[in-house]
């Protein structure tokens, strides 16, 4: 059974950076794409960045291009989203979850296991 653990939430001012981990459970990482997702306060989970499974494809929502970063490690079974510009919208319980194992896909259905969530808040 796969597990998915994020760490790396935390309180941040407006402007700052976070570095959020997802570490995977098992000898399977490599084979799945993966994604980051988010849910403020009163709102729909939402789409926030994926990966390809070998690390070479990244696809973002609008709202944090430029201002995200999505990466892998396959070797350490890890997924990272690197935040930077933080901004108070961008406050949310952030969860990974593991995608298919082609391409890169939005669709919150098609991710079949997830982490527990970090929470991540941003100060203005």
């Known amino acids: 059974q796969v597990q998915l653990v994020e760490s790396g939430g935390g309180l941040v001012q407006a402007g700052g950076s976070l570095t959020l981990s997802c570490a995977a459970s098992?000898?399977?990482?490599?084979?799945?794409?993966m994604g980051w997702f988010r849910q403020a306060p009163g709102k729909e989970r939402e789409f926030v960045a994926a990966i390809t499974r070998a690390g070479d494809s990244t696809y973002y929502v609008d709202s944090v291009k430029g201002r995200f970063t999505i990466s892998r490690d396959n070797a350490k079974n890890t997924l990272y989203l690197q935040m930077t510009s933080l901004k108070p919208e961008d406050t949310a319980v952030y969860s990974c979850?593991?995608?298919?194992?082609?391409?890169?896909?939005?669709?919150?259905?098609?991710?079949?296991?997830w982490g527990q969530g970090t929470q991540v808040t941003v100060s203005s």
């Open positions: 979850a593991r995608g298919p194992t082609y391409g890169i896909l939005t669709t919150q259905r098609l991710y079949d296991v």
């Open positions: 098992g000898r399977t990482f490599s084979t799945y794409s």
